[in-house]
């Protein structure tokens, strides 16, 4: 977890910024969530149910800078060309091998991402 917090800078996230994980449950949903909130980042979790209309109005409304998508969600987010998006699989484990394990976090308050 503690490593994602860190790899939140290099896809240019600060502490007050969104960002949206759509996946149906797995081991890194819990990981992105708790490590995201960690460096104080907002996270809005879509239901990988709805449909890319349903994720659209949504993602319009909280504006993320940063996707985390399951593969089989993809879909829902292709038609969103300003929107990073990091699958998981191969672009994650990616992204936590890059992060800086001795990075210092900000302070954020506990409540600070809710």
């Not at 081991?27 to 239901?47: D, P, Q, R, S």
């Not at 091998?97 to 954020?108: C, D």
């Amino acid at each position: 977890m503690r490593g994602l917090a860190q790899a939140a800078s290099g896809l240019g996230l600060v502490a007050g910024d969104r960002a949206v994980i759509i996946a149906p449950n797995c081991a890194e949903y819990l990981e992105v969530v708790t490590g995201l909130a960690e460096a104080g980042v907002v996270v809005a979790t879509l239901n990988p149910r709805m449909t890319a209309a349903e994720c659209t109005a949504i993602l319009d409304d909280c504006a993320p800078k940063v996707a985390i998508v399951h593969p089989s969600c993809r879909a829902l987010v292709a038609d969103l060309p300003t929107l990073t998006v990091v699958e998981l699989g191969a672009d994650y484990e990616a992204l936590l091998a890059r992060a800086n394990g001795t990075a210092a976090l900000p302070p954020v308050p506990e409540w600070a991402s809710f």
